[in-house]
């Protein structure tokens, strides 16, 4: 059992130790940016307003019992007013304090916010198929670039899953969650890498419950090639890494569930 113990320890709460730790922000160092820098000439397409009428299923009792880990997908595309829904409830600000942190529609330690939000984009009305990433703060995307043979790089990126293979290609959208840790470890050092993972626990249930809300359906993906997303999404694999997908997409008749 000894080979787990490193990983069970960090688990469990450090607040003992990190109470003694004098960090960043007690330094007095700069606060990182709350989001990243973007080059504002860049192709930037606006989102439609988040609006209720895309929800098809509004009891969310429905959505949290109906809700299951969906592997096959439909060829209908997501409408764009849905993906903007998508979004918002997974990244999407919803207010800003008066010391400029902002409050989101997913909780998070601290507001650190350390996460970005990338997108494999197969199949949304309206959107050229490529690779976009979020900005909360606008709320618009960022167009990124074209990824040749799209699908046949997501097959790579995404391995061999082990109870439907090749699935995230045939999504609509594939969401691609990276962390930039030193926003959190500014304000909680040691204590920042299992936060980071809870938050990012948040915003994958809400893509779930909203995905399941407009009748589509999303599944969590755990296994993928690190340095592969990491290289495909031009990140350093140090100061920004990718850790955590989900496919989302119309669903098929029939269903994987978990």
Known sequence: MSRYEKERNFLKSNFLEFKHIKTDKIKGLPKPPNTKAFDSSST?????????????????????SERRSTRFYSD?????????????????????????????????????????????????????????????????????????????????ITLDQPFVPNFAKKAAVMFAWSTIPYRSEWKYDISAHKKILIDVGHVSQNLYLTSESIGAGACAIGIYDQQLIDEVLGLDGEEEFVIFLGAVGKKKTVVGTD
């Not at 930037?44 to 949290?64: E, H, N, Q, T, W």
């Not at 595309?77 to 008066?98: F, N, P, R, V």
């Not at 984009?121 to 606008?138: C, T």
């Open 76 to 156: 209908e595309s997501l409408s764009l007013e849905e993906l903007s829904y998508l979004l918002w409830a997974t990244q999407g600000i919803t207010d800003t304090t008066k010391n400029g942190l902002t409050l989101r529609t997913v909780p998070c330690s601290g507001a650190t916010h350390t996460l970005e939000t990338y997108l494999f984009i197969m199949r949304v009305d309206g959107i050229q198929a490529g690779v976009y990433r979020y900005l909360p703060v606008e709320h618009k995307l960022l167009y990124l670039f074209e990824l040749d043979e799209i699908d046949q790089k997501i097959d790579a």
């Open 44 to 64: 930037i397409i606006d989102l439609p307003k988040v609006s209720k009428d895309v929800v098809s299923r509004d009891s969310l009792y429905d959505s949290i």
